[in-house]
């Protein structure tokens, strides 16, 4: 097609969709946080880096796998996520947007830091689970089971966040304290506990994407700096807030910059930016941001 | 009418932020009472609702709750303790549809009434289920917040210019309500402009100016101080 091999395009295709879970996952939480704490998240990056780490712990000093690590280190980061908001950004609660970004990207700066300290910038290796090596030989390309299951499974993670929120009575609660705390609080719901349980989960979807990545990517204290950048782009795309702009525009935008691998390689790196210009000159609120 | 107040406000001062809006306001609520209070706009009956239920930013002063005090309480607990506030802009929400509206509070206490006893109140509720919240009509939306705390167990309504902005078929509907609402056992606190409408079913009326209670006087005593009223009121 148009002169490219197949096989090149379907692998970059693969190789989009992988990014695409990666974006999607991570712009999720930040868009379920966003949405309930008006707070930008800008930990997100550390706290995904922090996933792949308790993962890998989890198999060096614990002996627990990959499977118990997909369990545990959303857990843990969760948790990280709960102390964090219990003892620091609560406190910020009705103040400027800027002064939980610039807390949270303080906050990414110290964890990063630290790990760094620790561990070097190299990246260590974490296995592919023994369930999942090898691949399948489809005829047109090669799809490695591991990368196959990540997208699967992003993709399943998601529409459950998503079905949570819009179809169930916790999700009902969520969104109407996202309009109006004040009054949800008064019908007897314990918002700010509901907040801080809001942050623990959008950290936890961090962390669990964290874990997927170190099979991939290795595990590395600046994997999530690298990767924040481009998810605050697919979040500024989509809208902030929106919780199926940010899934669809995560895994779309993937896809888009794998292909700008096979035709227009010199943008790939670019892509994601440039249409993000685009949409904020079009559309400031984002393709499926309400505006405010 | 010797009952124990179910309500007792004594002496509640609200502030919103550094402006003292409420100095000092007593009154009492008997269990099944409808009292109303009434005053102009500004005189602080909003605030008074909104302190009893614990969403101003500052409250000092006594407000006891079946004997219990619920100063010092968050929200959320007074809510349990069984008092539903009925908001004056309604607080209908935009990203719930009618049904999620209509099941959001959660219940409080036994007792509340159930969705199809909400639907035999307000039939129109029950053909826009599907509908987003805030595409209903003024009078659905407030159709639709009395419905919702109805369902609660709370026994203590406090409803703030449930009438306010609606044609006079709704205001007729949203009194034959509460009147059924009163045999039904509920006790309810309100605050309206629209005297005419508080006098088809309020037992008591408070008047309040300046962030105080001035004066007070039954139902049967409205026509008596019909004169003084109108210059509370200034109508």
């Known amino acids: 097609m148009f002169g490219i091999p197949t096989q090149a395009l379907f692998s970059q295709l693969l190789l989009g969709l992988i990014n695409g879970s990666f974006y999607a996952l991570l712009s999720l939480g930040l868009a379920v946080i966003f949405g309930m704490l008006n707070i930008v998240n800008f930990a997100h990056g550390a706290l995904y880096m922090m996933g792949a780490f308790v993962a890998w712990f989890l198999l060096g000093y614990a002996g627990i796998g990959y499977w118990g690590a997909l369990i545990l280190a959303p857990l843990a980061v969760g948790f990280v996520g709960v102390v964090i908001e219990r003892t620091m950004l609560q406190r910020l609660a009705g103040l400027d947007h800027l002064y939980g970004l610039l807390l949270t990207f303080g906050l990414a700066l110290v964890i990063q830091g630290v790990f760094q300290n620790q561990f070097g910038s190299s990246g260590m290796p974490y296995a592919i689970p023994p369930q999942l090596t090898g691949g399948q030989n489809l005829g047109f390309m090669f799809l490695p089971n591991y990368r196959a299951w990540v997208v699967v499974f992003s993709l399943v993670v998601c529409i459950a966040t998503w079905f949570m929120i819009e179809k169930t009575r916790l999700g009902s609660y969520l969104r109407a304290a996202t309009e109006n705390p004040t009054l949800v609080r008064a019908f007897g719901v314990n918002v700010p506990l509901m907040i801080t349980l809001t942050y623990g989960f959008g950290v936890g979807l961090a962390g669990l994407a964290g874990v997927l990545s170190a099979p991939i990517n290795q595990v590395r204290p600046l994997m999530g700096a690298d990767l924040i950048i481009v998810v605050f782009a697919v979040v500024v795309i989509g809208g902030m807030g929106s919780i199926m702009g940010s899934v669809i525009t995560g895994f779309a935008l993937g896809v888009i910059e794998g292909l700008t691998k096979v035709f227009y390689p010199e943008a790939s790196n670019t892509v994601i930016f440039v249409i993000m210009a685009i949409v904020l000159l079009i559309k400031p609120a984002g393709l499926f941001g309400r505006a405010a | ?235």
């Not at chain 2, 100095?23 to 706009?41: A, I, K, Q």
């Not at chain 2, 006594?62 to 309604?90: M, N, W, Y």
């Not at chain 2, 205001?171 to 009163?182: F, S, V, W």
Request: net charge neutral.
């Open chain 2, 1 to 235: 009418m010797s009952a124990e107040p179910l309500l007792a406000v004594r002496n509640l001062q609200a502030w919103y932020g550094e402006s003292h809006v409420l100095h000092g306001v007593d009154f009492d609520v008997r269990p099944g009472e409808v009292v109303t209070l009434l005053g102009r706009n500004g005189a602080g009956k909003t605030t008074t609702l909104k302190s009893i239920m614990g969403i101003v930013g500052k409250r000092k002063g006594s407000v006891t709750f079946e004997g219990r005090e619920t100063v010092g309480l968050t929200s959320d607990k007074i809510a349990r303790q069984g008092i539903a506030l009925c908001p004056e802009e309604r607080g209908i929400f935009s990203s719930l549809d009618v049904k999620e509206n209509l099941l959001l509070p959660p219940q409080v206490k036994p007792g509340g009434l159930s969705v199809e006893q909400i639907f035999d109140l307000f039939p129109n509720l029950k053909e826009r289920l599907a509908s987003q919240g805030t595409k209903l009509s003024g009078g659905e939306q407030q159709m639709l917040a009395i419905g919702r705390i109805l369902r609660t167990g709370a026994r203590l309504l406090l409803l703030d210019e449930p009438t306010e902005g609606l044609a006079p078929v709704i205001i007729q509907q949203i009194g034959r309500t509460i009147a059924r609402l009163k045999t039904e056992g509920f006790t309810v606190l309100l605050v309206e402009q629209n005297f005419r409408f508080a006098s088809t079913v309020a037992d008591r009326y408070y008047v309040m100016e300046h962030g105080k209670v001035i004066d007070a006087f039954a139902n049967s005593e409205l026509a008596a101080n019909m004169d003084k009223l109108h210059d509370y009121l200034g109508v």
